[in-house]
Structures are given as structure tokens and as C-alpha cells.
């Protein structure tokens, strides 16, 4: 009759077989989430290493937290297996960034760093970046008018849909109208693939300059 013999065996062993699951979820966060680089310096890819490290046991530390019911309510989000750590990684990002800014300039002061925006700020509402959260920008920004140029060497500014047909493109692209109307075409009593639609439009390199969408001739 068989029977189970016990033996002795290392602390390695035993502790092992006991957190091996958290050894691989960190072998598996720091491959989808890594911040290494190719590198032929040594010391940077072990900096790398260590950040991974560091950045994996943050995130969850504040996961453990979050269940706990300690800390910030908005920690809640990290928990999500869709998208926490995502969320979590860009959070950090925008934090460390933030941080960054705000050793290098006060908000007030001229000039300002070579490396930031020397004219007037973009206009933004994100209430996420250190700009905004400073009150340094506001608004939304707006797309300028096109420009249109003729072969006449006319110049026109538009800000809706063109009544004449220019060149957009260097080459010709399938027909964006076209396309369209093959929307609900069959063969065989099947949908037609992307790539069936695409041959059977007209190829054109002129169309809306304003849209920037190739039409072609008979469909424009």
C-alpha cells in the first residue's frame, strides 16, 4: 500500500509554494506596464528593473488601501480589472509630471524654462495638469480656417463645406461616397469585406478641402 513520507526541505521551497502567485503578478505587470528601454547601458535597464519594482508595489499598496476603505475615495477606480491599472499608470504619470513643473517654475515667474511654452498657453479645461489646476489656462481651444490654394495660385478661406472639387491628396484614395453607398451591398447574400468595398469605389485624389474626404466626380 502507498503511503505519503514527509521530508524535510528548504524555507525557499516553502515560502515559494506559498507566494509564488504574487511572483507571477509582478513578472506579469512589469511586462505589460514596464518603463524599461533598449538600452546597451547596464545601469539603466537595472534603474528600470527597480522603478518596475517600486511602481508595482505602489499600485498595490493602494489597491489594499482602497478596499480597506482608507485613503481617497477616487482610489476606488484602481480596483476595476477592465481598467484600473491603466487608469492608475496614467494617474501616476500626470502626478509625477505635475510634480516635475512645479520644481522647475513657480507659475509666475519670466523667463520661463527653455523646455516649456514660451508664448501664450493652449487653452484647456482638463482641471487634471498643472496648468489648469493653477488657473493658468482656460477656455477651449478652436481650429483655425483652412486654407485652400488653387491651382491659379487663388487663396481662399472656408470654414463649411466647398462647392468645388480640389486636390487634397498626392495619390488617389478610394471614395469615401462610394464607400458609403456599398454600405449595405451583398454577395453571395453575405456583407462585403472592407477590402471588396474599397476595389469596387472610384479613386480619386481630389474632394472637399474643408473635410479633407475624397470624392470623386460623379458622386460629388
Given amino acids: 500500500k502507498r503511503q505519503r513520507d514527509e521530508f524535510p526541505g528548504?524555507?525557499?521551497?516553502?515560502?515559494?509554494?506559498?507566494?509564488?502567485?504574487?511572483?507571477?503578478?509582478?513578472?506579469?505587470?512589469?511586462?505589460?506596464w514596464s518603463t524599461s528601454i533598449r538600452t546597451i547601458r547596464y545601469y539603466i535597464?537595472?534603474?528600470?528593473?527597480?522603478?518596475?519594482?517600486?511602481?508595482?508595489?505602489?499600485?498595490?499598496?493602494?489597491?489594499?488601501l482602497a478596499k480597506s476603505g482608507i485613503g481617497i475615495v477616487e482610489w476606488s477606480k484602481y480596483l476595476s480589472?477592465?481598467?484600473?491599472?491603466?487608469?492608475?499608470?496614467?494617474?501616476?504619470?500626470?502626478?509625477?509630471?505635475?510634480?516635475?513643473?512645479a520644481l522647475e517654475w513657480d507659475g509666475v515667474s519670466h523667463p520661463r524654462p527653455r523646455w516649456m511654452r514660451q508664448s501664450s498657453f493652449?487653452?484647456?479645461?482638463?482641471?487634471?495638469f498643472?496648468?489648469?489646476?493653477?488657473?493658468?489656462?482656460?477656455?477651449?481651444?478652436?481650429?483655425?480656417?483652412?486654407?485652400?490654394?488653387?491651382?491659379?495660385?487663388?487663396?481662399?478661406?472656408?470654414?463649411?463645406?466647398?462647392?468645388?472639387?480640389?486636390t487634397i491628396l498626392s495619390s488617389g484614395q478610394y471614395c469615401r461616397m462610394c464607400y458609403a453607398k456599398l454600405k449595405h451591398e451583398?454577395?453571395?447574400?453575405?456583407?462585403?469585406?472592407?477590402?471588396?468595398?474599397?476595389?469596387?469605389?472610384?479613386?480619386?485624389?481630389?474632394g472637399c478641402g474643408w473635410c479633407k474626404q475624397p470624392v470623386c466626380e460623379e458622386c460629388w
Fill in 10 to 32: 528548504p524555507r525557499a521551497q516553502r515560502d515559494y509554494v506559498r507566494y509564488f502567485n504574487a511572483v507571477d503578478r509582478n513578472d506579469r505587470d512589469s511586462a505589460d
Fill in 45 to 64: 535597464r537595472i534603474f528600470c528593473w527597480a522603478l518596475d519594482r517600486v511602481v508595482h508595489t505602489l499600485y498595490v499598496v493602494v489597491c489594499y
Fill in 81 to 101: 480589472k477592465n481598467s484600473g491599472r491603466y487608469d492608475f499608470q496614467v494617474d501616476l504619470a500626470i502626478a509625477i509630471i505635475n510634480y516635475a513643473i
Fill in 122 to 128: 493652449i487653452p484647456c479645461e482638463c482641471g487634471v
Fill in 130 to 166: 498643472f496648468f489648469c489646476i493653477n488657473g493658468l489656462t482656460t477656455g477651449i481651444a478652436h481650429k483655425g480656417r483652412d486654407v485652400l490654394h488653387f491651382k491659379c495660385n487663388k487663396k481662399m478661406k472656408i470654414d463649411q463645406c466647398t462647392e468645388e472639387r480640389v
Fill in 186 to 206: 451583398k454577395v453571395r447574400g453575405r456583407k462585403m469585406s472592407v477590402g471588396m468595398k474599397i476595389m469596387k469605389c472610384e479613386h480619386t485624389r481630389m
